[in-house]
Protein backbone atom coordinates (compact mmCIF):
# COMPACT_ATOMS: atom_id res chain seq x y z
CA UNK A 1 0.00 0.00 0.00
CA UNK A 2 1.16 3.67 -0.58
CA UNK A 3 2.41 5.40 2.01
CA UNK A 4 -0.23 8.53 1.15
CA UNK A 5 -3.41 7.73 -0.46
CA UNK A 6 -3.96 10.06 -3.15
CA UNK A 7 -8.12 9.60 -3.35
CA UNK A 8 -10.60 8.06 -1.61
CA UNK A 9 -14.25 8.81 -2.61
CA UNK A 10 -16.28 10.62 -0.16
CA UNK A 11 -20.03 9.94 -1.85
CA UNK A 12 -20.48 13.57 -1.79
CA UNK A 13 -21.88 13.17 -5.43
CA UNK A 14 -20.23 16.38 -6.88
CA UNK A 15 -18.71 14.72 -9.82
CA UNK A 16 -22.53 13.84 -10.91
CA UNK A 17 -23.84 17.37 -11.33
CA UNK A 18 -23.40 19.23 -14.15
CA UNK A 19 -23.95 19.22 -17.84
CA UNK A 20 -22.00 17.59 -20.78
CA UNK A 21 -19.11 15.69 -18.74
CA UNK A 22 -20.40 12.03 -19.00
CA UNK A 23 -19.52 10.98 -22.26
CA UNK A 24 -20.45 6.94 -23.81
CA UNK A 25 -18.03 4.88 -26.04
CA UNK A 26 -19.75 2.08 -27.81
CA UNK A 27 -19.02 -0.28 -24.92
CA UNK A 28 -20.64 2.37 -22.12
CA UNK A 29 -23.64 1.99 -24.30
CA UNK A 30 -23.82 -1.76 -24.57
CA UNK A 31 -23.34 -2.30 -20.99
CA UNK A 32 -25.61 0.35 -19.90
CA UNK A 33 -28.13 -1.36 -21.85
CA UNK A 34 -27.92 -4.49 -20.95
CA UNK A 35 -28.03 -3.60 -17.27
CA UNK A 36 -31.56 -1.38 -17.99
CA UNK A 37 -32.49 -3.82 -20.88
CA UNK A 38 -33.21 -1.57 -23.48
CA UNK A 39 -32.08 -1.87 -27.13
CA UNK A 40 -29.48 0.90 -27.96
CA UNK A 41 -32.15 3.78 -29.68
CA UNK A 42 -34.31 3.25 -26.43
CA UNK A 43 -31.06 3.89 -24.60
CA UNK A 44 -30.20 6.60 -26.37
CA UNK A 45 -33.85 8.74 -27.14
CA UNK A 46 -34.23 8.25 -23.13
CA UNK A 47 -30.83 9.11 -21.15
CA UNK A 48 -28.43 10.33 -23.61
CA UNK A 49 -28.08 13.75 -26.19
CA UNK A 50 -25.76 13.52 -29.09
CA UNK A 51 -23.72 16.93 -29.21
CA UNK A 52 -20.19 17.25 -31.18
CA UNK A 53 -20.57 13.88 -32.47
CA UNK A 54 -20.75 12.47 -29.13
CA UNK A 55 -23.21 10.53 -27.33
CA UNK A 56 -23.27 11.70 -23.46
CA UNK A 57 -25.84 11.63 -20.66
CA UNK A 58 -28.32 13.91 -19.96
CA UNK A 59 -29.13 15.88 -16.38
CA UNK A 60 -32.55 15.19 -14.92
CA UNK A 61 -34.24 18.83 -13.53
CA UNK A 62 -31.74 19.24 -10.84
CA UNK A 63 -29.03 19.38 -12.99
CA UNK A 64 -27.56 16.09 -12.17
CA UNK A 65 -27.01 12.92 -14.06
CA UNK A 66 -29.88 11.37 -15.02
CA UNK A 67 -29.19 8.23 -12.68
CA UNK A 68 -28.41 10.40 -10.02
CA UNK A 69 -30.76 10.15 -6.89
CA UNK A 70 -28.38 9.91 -3.29
CA UNK A 71 -25.95 7.80 -5.50
CA UNK A 72 -25.86 6.07 -8.73
CA UNK A 73 -28.66 4.63 -9.78
CA UNK A 74 -26.72 2.33 -12.70
CA UNK A 75 -23.37 2.16 -10.57
CA UNK A 76 -22.62 -1.67 -11.65
CA UNK A 77 -23.18 -0.09 -15.39
CA UNK A 78 -21.57 3.01 -15.31
CA UNK A 79 -19.38 4.33 -17.70
CA UNK A 80 -15.87 4.37 -18.06
CA UNK A 81 -15.34 8.40 -16.90
CA UNK A 82 -17.35 7.76 -13.96
CA UNK A 83 -14.88 4.83 -12.91
CA UNK A 84 -11.77 6.69 -14.14
CA UNK A 85 -12.82 9.93 -12.23
CA UNK A 86 -10.26 11.89 -10.83
CA UNK A 87 -7.99 9.95 -12.64
CA UNK A 88 -8.27 11.85 -15.58
CA UNK A 89 -5.80 12.66 -18.09
CA UNK A 90 -5.73 16.21 -17.67
CA UNK A 91 -4.83 16.06 -13.96
CA UNK A 92 -2.70 13.31 -14.35
CA UNK A 93 -0.46 14.82 -16.60
CA UNK A 94 -1.01 18.50 -15.54
CA UNK A 95 -0.22 19.51 -11.33
CA UNK A 96 -2.45 22.81 -11.97
CA UNK A 97 -5.59 20.46 -12.91
CA UNK A 98 -4.89 18.15 -10.37
CA UNK A 99 -5.28 21.24 -7.77
CA UNK A 100 -7.98 22.75 -9.38
CA UNK A 101 -10.10 19.26 -9.52
CA UNK A 102 -9.29 18.88 -5.63
CA UNK A 103 -11.16 21.87 -4.85
CA UNK A 104 -14.20 20.28 -6.05
CA UNK A 105 -13.40 16.66 -5.21
CA UNK A 106 -12.85 16.37 -1.21
CA UNK A 107 -11.73 12.62 -1.91
CA UNK A 108 -8.82 13.72 -3.34
CA UNK A 109 -6.22 14.04 -1.17
CA UNK A 110 -4.45 17.54 -0.81
CA UNK A 111 -1.52 16.17 1.43
CA UNK A 112 -0.74 13.59 -1.94
CA UNK A 113 1.54 15.07 -4.17
CA UNK A 114 0.81 15.29 -7.68
CA UNK A 115 3.36 12.58 -8.75
CA UNK A 116 1.95 10.49 -6.34
CA UNK A 117 -1.42 10.89 -7.75
CA UNK A 118 -0.58 10.28 -11.19
CA UNK A 119 1.81 7.53 -10.25
CA UNK A 120 -1.66 5.69 -8.08
CA UNK A 121 -4.16 7.09 -10.95
CA UNK A 122 -2.07 5.47 -13.52
CA UNK A 123 -1.87 1.79 -11.20
CA UNK A 124 -5.62 2.29 -10.38
CA UNK A 125 -6.52 2.76 -14.35
CA UNK A 126 -4.03 0.18 -15.29
CA UNK A 127 -6.00 -2.50 -12.79
CA UNK A 128 -9.11 -1.99 -14.48
CA UNK A 129 -8.51 -1.63 -17.75
CA UNK A 130 -9.29 1.97 -18.41
CA UNK A 131 -6.27 3.58 -19.85
CA UNK A 132 -7.74 3.85 -23.64
CA UNK A 133 -5.93 4.63 -26.99
CA UNK A 134 -7.19 7.85 -28.50
CA UNK A 135 -10.50 6.98 -31.16
CA UNK A 136 -13.86 8.38 -32.37
CA UNK A 137 -16.12 7.32 -29.24
CA UNK A 138 -13.29 7.64 -26.83
CA UNK A 139 -13.54 10.33 -24.21
CA UNK A 140 -10.82 12.36 -24.08
CA UNK A 141 -9.94 12.03 -20.46
CA UNK A 142 -9.20 8.32 -21.12
CA UNK A 143 -6.51 9.10 -23.23
CA UNK A 144 -3.94 8.06 -20.88
CA UNK A 145 -0.65 5.77 -21.89
CA UNK A 146 -0.23 3.85 -18.85
CA UNK A 147 1.76 1.28 -20.36
CA UNK A 148 2.78 -2.21 -17.71
CA UNK A 149 6.34 -2.80 -17.32
CA UNK A 150 5.54 -6.61 -17.32
CA UNK A 151 3.13 -8.83 -18.39
CA UNK A 152 2.05 -9.22 -14.85
CA UNK A 153 1.76 -6.36 -13.89
CA UNK A 154 -0.76 -5.68 -17.34
CA UNK A 155 -2.92 -8.60 -15.97
CA UNK A 156 -2.82 -7.93 -12.48
CA UNK A 157 -1.58 -4.45 -11.48
CA UNK A 158 1.50 -3.17 -9.77
CA UNK A 159 2.79 -5.20 -6.56
CA UNK A 160 1.27 -3.62 -3.38
CA UNK A 161 -1.76 -2.26 -5.15
CA UNK A 162 -5.51 -3.05 -3.71
CA UNK A 163 -7.36 -3.24 -7.49
CA UNK A 164 -10.70 -4.24 -5.47
S1 LIG B 1 -16.71 14.50 -6.07
FE1 LIG B 1 -15.03 13.14 -5.46
S2 LIG B 1 -15.52 12.49 -3.37
FE2 LIG B 1 -17.40 13.34 -4.25
S3 LIG B 1 -18.48 11.55 -5.09
FE3 LIG B 1 -17.25 12.42 -6.74
S4 LIG B 1 -15.31 11.26 -6.69
FE4 LIG B 1 -16.34 10.93 -4.72
S1 LIG C 1 -23.67 7.47 -14.32
FE1 LIG C 1 -23.67 7.35 -12.09
S2 LIG C 1 -21.55 7.85 -11.46
FE2 LIG C 1 -21.82 8.53 -13.59
S3 LIG C 1 -22.41 10.70 -13.44
FE3 LIG C 1 -24.29 9.47 -13.56
S4 LIG C 1 -24.91 9.11 -11.43
FE4 LIG C 1 -22.75 9.77 -11.42
Known amino acids: MPSVIAFTCQRCGHCCEGVGGIVLSAFDLERLGSHLKLDRNALLERFTEHVGGRHRLVTGTDDSCIFYAAG??????????????????GNIIDADSHAMAAEDCPGI?????????????RDYLMAHKLC???GED????????????TPEEAEHGRPGFDAS
Open 72 to 89: CMVHQARPDVCRAWPYFR
Open 109 to 121: NQQASHAEFARQG
Open 132 to 134: RSR
Open 138 to 149: VPEALVIDCIPD
